[in-house]
Structures are given as structure tokens and as C-alpha cells.
């Protein structure tokens, strides 16, 4: 016998958030006898929003016993295992329910889009892709899947597509705040300022709380040379999220841009202080010092000669020699998925980038990976250089690596730059034009660090080092330091492959939040 009319009341429970009642409704319903495979899905929701996920995945095996061919009771199991973090258990699980709802095109879209969660979570980006199109084809007029897809191009660094996905998403649903934030970015990373700004305020329209679209519109007012509104709005965010890393770093900055450098020396002084080694802490906290004629103390902090560390590769198992190493190198980048021309939010000028290639088909960047992991390793094990430095004092016990190659073109440079979501940075040099030489005397194609971008600088001339790349050597070095190329001319590309230590646990792990 099944409760269908009673069921109406404890849905409109579960939209109101009243899970208590809900789940004590349906427990009432199921114990009269009603054998209601509704019922019993309700349950596992109203138990799952509770935060019983374990207690959930319990009744969904048994709800799959009592109803092996049901598809929303193998949805079910999987929605409360992606709410676990058994990934692999839920993919199985809606991959189940996709092939049982095969004829029912609304459940099969509302598969799809779990699955496609779960994908991106266990970092398959193509299969999430694959999945939310599904999602979204299936079921026209959806927003979810649309939102979603824009999310992907995001991070994929596919702005013109993200903006369409977004748009088309808030022309279906115009009250989502979040999509407007993403679409702000997306706008933004084309150098939009304007039309990311409509975008973020509208978010914020939505949700007044939004810190997120808060803190983007400060940094499109900043990018944008409105220094005193940007400011502004950097310290609201601060106001609403005292935690909130990346506005006060970028407070930082603005407070440097302004000729303020007492101010942005005192958030920095703050930051420090509550969160060890932030490399945009760090880096503002730099220019600052040097400013503000406090020698001594930026000496001690940007000290190149015991933070940049040179490495040597030794000839990869399974090749001949370097050069067959650096080669096959360099072909593998040449010819990635990835490759675009100047994309926009990266430093380089004249030259190509690719995205994380750690999260494609390796190859031979299978190599070069372990090679820089014995790097940092090494890196790691240098006390005595660098006792007492925040390097030191905010190394991590577990990281993240990421990688890209930058292929530079004649002319071709990179703007100073620093990495502030990681802990330390370096670069690889797996080709280089015959004009990019140790002896050159203009120095063309080296690396340089130390100057910070001109808007930053006020016009001081910094200490700066700068070093000749060579075949087969890295360079590390703390990611707050600040760095450029010096251009060349040649009709030879210059090949490097550049990666980040992003701290996943230990004094660092704040860095990236």
C-alpha cells in the first residue's frame, strides 16, 4: 500500500528545511505499513540532510534490496556517498541508476548532473563536461547543468564559453547569485571591467552577504584604477569576513598603489600574524620594507642568495640523454590540448601557456614531475640557509604540484609576477634559443627577480638578481618573490615548464585558502 497523499505534506517539509518533522512523518507513514519506495527515498534525504549520511547509505542498501530495478533508489546511494566522499562508490552507484532510468528522460537528466559532480570531484574535468551536457541536453530549460558547465570553462580558462553557459543559465534562472559572481569573473578574466562589475553587483543585489562578488568587485574597481572605491570595498569584505586572505592581501597592494606603504605594511603585520608564510602577505610585505627605507629588515625577508635554488636534472630513466629527454619535452607541450596565446590572468606576453598538464595524459612530464618533487625535497632540507625565514617556518608536510609550460615567442616576456596561492615556485628550461646564452651580454631570455611591477614599485629601483636559463637546470625559489623574463629576439621558441607547491596540510596549508 502505498501513501501518496501523505506525501505531499512532507515534501513541502523538505523544501522548508523542516528535516525533523520530515523524517518523524515519514518513520510514521513507513511503520503503518505503507511499503512506499517514495516514502523510504524521502527518508534517506530528510536522514542525509541532517548530516547522517552514514545512516542514510544503510537504508539505501536496503531500499536497492527491496527495489533492485528502481533507478532513484540507486540515485539515492549515490548522492549519499558523493556526501561521504566515496567517490568511486558513487560514480558506480549513478552509473546504475543512469542505465535503469534509461527511458525516463527527467530522471536520467538529474542523474546525470550528480554524476557529473562526482566526476569534477574526482577531478576528471572531461567526464564532468560530458556529464552536465548530458544533463543539460536532456532536460532543456534546466539551469543547473548550464551554471555548472560554465564553472568547468572557468577552470579550464575558457572565458568566452563560460560566459555564454552563465548567461544562458541566469536567462533561466535569474535569481542566482552565485551564477551572476561566475559570470563577473568570466567577463572579467576577457578584461571586462565594466560588464564584470554589472555582473558582480547583481550578485550582490541578490545577496547583500555575498563576499565573494564583494571582494571580485573590489578587485575589477582596482584593476580598473578606482584605487579609493576599490579600498573600499576590500575592507567591507574584511568587515563580513575578518578570515578573508585574499582581500586583505589585495588591500595590500591597493594601500601600496595609493602611496600608502605604513598602511599596507600594518594589514600585512596583521595577516602575518594570524596566518604564517602567505606568500601575497609576504610579497607585499616586501615592497613595503624597501619603500618605507626599512633595508635591514627587507634584506633579511628577500634574501636571493639563500632563497633561489638551483637543480640540475639527471638523464630520466627510459631516455638516452637529456637532450632526447628535453625533446620529447618538448613536443608533448607543443602540441597539448591546452595551448593558448596569451590567456588572459597570466603574466606572459608574446608566447603561448598551457593549463595544468598534471591533469592530463603526462607522457614525459611523468618524469619531470618526480625530478621536481626530489627538488623540493632537497629544497626542504636546506635549515641552514634558511633558519628562521617564513619559507622555512611555513613549509607544508603535504602538497599540491600543478605544472604548465610557457612557450615563448620573438619578443616574447613575462610581467613581474608572483604566485600567491602557493609556497614555493620554480621553472624548467627544456629548450632555449641559441641567443639565450650564459654569455650573453644583454642578457636576453633570463629570469630575473626581485622587481616588483611599476603600480607597486612608486618608482624605487629594487635589488634584483638575474640568472642565464640553461637545458636541463630549474630554478626554485619562494612563490612571494617577485619575478619577470627579460624579452629576447629569435625565431627559436624559448620552452620552459613552470610548476607551484600549493600546501595542503601542515603551517603552510593556509596559504591557498
Given at each position: 500500500m502505498q501513501a501518496g497523499p501523505e506525501l505531499r505534506d512532507v515534501a513541502q517539509y523538505l523544501r522548508d528545511g523542516r528535516y525533523e518533522d520530515a523524517e518523524r512523518r515519514l518513520r510514521q507513514i513507513l511503520k503503518d505499513g505503507h511499503d512506499d519506495p517514495v516514502a523510504a527515498e524521502m527518508l534517506v534525504q530528510a536522514i542525509r540532510r541532517q548530516g547522517r549520511s552514514s545512516e542514510a547509505l544503510d537504508l539505501c542498501q536496503t531500499m536497492i534490496e527491496s527495489f533492485p530495478l528502481r533507478a532513484s533508489a540507486w540515485h539515492e546511494a549515490g548522492r549519499t556517498c558523493n556526501n561521504l566522499g566515496k567517490l568511486e562508490r558513487a560514480r558506480q552507484f549513478l552509473e546504475k541508476a543512469a542505465d535503469l532510468a534509461a527511458s525516463d528522460q527527467q530522471t536520467s537528466a538529474a542523474v546525470a548532473f550528480d554524476l557529473g559532480h562526482v566526476e569534477q570531484r574526482m577531478?576528471?574535468?572531461?567526464?564532468?563536461?560530458?556529464?552536465?551536457?548530458?544533463?543539460?541536453?536532456?532536460?532543456?530549460?534546466?539551469?543547473?547543468?548550464?551554471?555548472?558547465?560554465?564553472?568547468?570553462?572557468?577552470?579550464?580558462?575558457?572565458?568566452?564559453?563560460?560566459?555564454?553557459?552563465?548567461?544562458?543559465?541566469?536567462?533561466?534562472?535569474?535569481?542566482?547569485?552565485?551564477?551572476?559572481?561566475?559570470?563577473?569573473?568570466?567577463?572579467?578574466?576577457?578584461?571586462?571591467?565594466?560588464?564584470?562589475?554589472?555582473?558582480?553587483?547583481?550578485?550582490?543585489?541578490?545577496?547583500?552577504?555575498?563576499?565573494?562578488?564583494?571582494?571580485?568587485?573590489?578587485?575589477?574597481?582596482?584593476?580598473?584604477?578606482?584605487?579609493?572605491?576599490?579600498?573600499?570595498?576590500?575592507?567591507?569584505?574584511?568587515?563580513?569576513?575578518?578570515?578573508?586572505?585574499?582581500?586583505?592581501?589585495?588591500?595590500?597592494?591597493?594601500?601600496?598603489?595609493?602611496?600608502?606603504?605604513?598602511?599596507?605594511?600594518t594589514v600585512t603585520d596583521d595577516l602575518l600574524q594570524r596566518f604564517p608564510g602567505h606568500s601575497g602577505a609576504l610579497s607585499s610585505r616586501g615592497v613595503a620594507l624597501h619603500r618605507l627605507a626599512m633595508h635591514k629588515d627587507y634584506e633579511a625577508l628577500v634574501d636571493m642568495q639563500a632563497l633561489i635554488f638551483p637543480f640540475d636534472l639527471s638523464v630520466p630513466e627510459g631516455f638516452a640523454s637529456l637532450g632526447e629527454f628535453n625533446a620529447a619535452l618538448a613536443r608533448h607541450v607543443q602540441g597539448h590540448e591546452t595551448l593558448r596565446y596569451e590567456p588572459s590572468g597570466h603574466a606572459t606576453r608574446g608566447g603561448h601557456h598551457t593549463g595544468d598538464l598534471l591533469r592530463f595524459e603526462k607522457g614525459p612530464v611523468a618524469e619531470l614531475e618526480r625530478a621536481v618533487r626530489q627538488a623540493v625535497d632537497a629544497y626542504m632540507r636546506r635549515p641552514a640557509d634558511l633558519s628562521g625565514h617564513p619559507v622555512q617556518v611555513s613549509a607544508p608536510s603535504q602538497y599540491k604540484l600543478s605544472m604548465w609550460s610557457v612557450i615563448m615567442h620573438s619578443a616574447g616576456h613575462q610581467l613581474p609576477?608572483?604566485?600567491?596561492?602557493?609556497?614555493?615556485?620554480?621553472?624548467?628550461?627544456?629548450?632555449?634559443?641559441?641567443?639565450?646564452?650564459?654569455?650573453?651580454?644583454?642578457?636576453?631570455?633570463?629570469?630575473?627577480?626581485?622587481?616588483?611591477?611599476?603600480?607597486?614599485?612608486?618608482?624605487?629601483a629594487f635589488p634584483v638578481r638575474r640568472f642565464a636559463p640553461r637545458e636541463g637546470r630549474m630554478f626554485l625559489f619562494p612563490a612571494f618573490l617577485y619575478h619577470q623574463t627579460v624579452p629576447f629576439v629569435s625565431d627559436e621558441p624559448r620552452i620552459s615548464l613552470a610548476f607551484d607547491v600549493t600546501p595542503l596540510a601542515g603551517p603552510g596549508a593556509t596559504i591557498a585558502a
Amino acid at each position: 500500500m502505498q501513501a501518496g497523499p501523505e506525501l505531499r505534506d512532507v515534501a513541502q517539509y523538505l523544501r522548508d528545511g523542516r528535516y525533523e518533522d520530515a523524517e518523524r512523518r515519514l518513520r510514521q507513514i513507513l511503520k503503518d505499513g505503507h511499503d512506499d519506495p517514495v516514502a523510504a527515498e524521502m527518508l534517506v534525504q530528510a536522514i542525509r540532510r541532517q548530516g547522517r549520511s552514514s545512516e542514510a547509505l544503510d537504508l539505501c542498501q536496503t531500499m536497492i534490496e527491496s527495489f533492485p530495478l528502481r533507478a532513484s533508489a540507486w540515485h539515492e546511494a549515490g548522492r549519499t556517498c558523493n556526501n561521504l566522499g566515496k567517490l568511486e562508490r558513487a560514480r558506480q552507484f549513478l552509473e546504475k541508476a543512469a542505465d535503469l532510468a534509461a527511458s525516463d528522460q527527467q530522471t536520467s537528466a538529474a542523474v546525470a548532473f550528480d554524476l557529473g559532480h562526482v566526476e569534477q570531484r574526482m577531478g576528471d574535468a572531461g567526464a564532468a563536461r560530458r556529464a552536465f551536457s548530458r544533463a543539460a541536453g536532456l532536460r532543456p530549460g534546466w539551469a543547473p547543468p548550464l551554471f555548472r558547465l560554465g564553472l568547468l570553462d572557468i577552470d579550464a580558462g575558457e572565458f568566452i564559453s563560460a560566459e555564454k553557459s552563465l548567461e544562458q543559465s541566469l536567462q533561466l534562472d535569474e535569481n542566482n547569485s552565485e551564477a551572476w559572481t561566475a559570470l563577473g569573473v568570466a567577463r572579467h578574466r576577457q578584461g571586462n571591467n565594466a560588464a564584470a562589475s554589472e555582473a558582480y553587483r547583481s550578485a550582490l543585489a541578490l545577496n547583500p552577504r555575498n563576499t565573494e562578488a564583494m571582494g571580485n568587485l573590489a578587485i575589477s574597481l582596482h584593476d580598473d584604477g578606482q584605487l579609493g572605491e576599490a579600498i573600499a570595498g576590500y575592507r567591507q569584505v574584511l568587515t563580513l569576513a575578518p578570515g578573508d586572505l585574499r582581500a586583505a592581501s589585495h588591500l595590500a597592494d591597493a594601500l601600496l598603489e595609493a602611496g600608502d606603504c605604513q598602511a599596507a605594511l600594518t594589514v600585512t603585520d596583521d595577516l602575518l600574524q594570524r596566518f604564517p608564510g602567505h606568500s601575497g602577505a609576504l610579497s607585499s610585505r616586501g615592497v613595503a620594507l624597501h619603500r618605507l627605507a626599512m633595508h635591514k629588515d627587507y634584506e633579511a625577508l628577500v634574501d636571493m642568495q639563500a632563497l633561489i635554488f638551483p637543480f640540475d636534472l639527471s638523464v630520466p630513466e627510459g631516455f638516452a640523454s637529456l637532450g632526447e629527454f628535453n625533446a620529447a619535452l618538448a613536443r608533448h607541450v607543443q602540441g597539448h590540448e591546452t595551448l593558448r596565446y596569451e590567456p588572459s590572468g597570466h603574466a606572459t606576453r608574446g608566447g603561448h601557456h598551457t593549463g595544468d598538464l598534471l591533469r592530463f595524459e603526462k607522457g614525459p612530464v611523468a618524469e619531470l614531475e618526480r625530478a621536481v618533487r626530489q627538488a623540493v625535497d632537497a629544497y626542504m632540507r636546506r635549515p641552514a640557509d634558511l633558519s628562521g625565514h617564513p619559507v622555512q617556518v611555513s613549509a607544508p608536510s603535504q602538497y599540491k604540484l600543478s605544472m604548465w609550460s610557457v612557450i615563448m615567442h620573438s619578443a616574447g616576456h613575462q610581467l613581474p609576477h608572483v604566485h600567491p596561492s602557493a609556497w614555493l615556485s620554480g621553472v624548467y628550461y627544456a629548450q632555449l634559443p641559441g641567443v639565450v646564452s650564459e654569455q650573453g651580454s644583454d642578457q636576453a631570455g633570463w629570469i630575473e627577480f626581485g622587481q616588483p611591477p611599476e603600480k607597486l614599485a612608486g618608482g624605487s629601483a629594487f635589488p634584483v638578481r638575474r640568472f642565464a636559463p640553461r637545458e636541463g637546470r630549474m630554478f626554485l625559489f619562494p612563490a612571494f618573490l617577485y619575478h619577470q623574463t627579460v624579452p629576447f629576439v629569435s625565431d627559436e621558441p624559448r620552452i620552459s615548464l613552470a610548476f607551484d607547491v600549493t600546501p595542503l596540510a601542515g603551517p603552510g596549508a593556509t596559504i591557498a585558502a
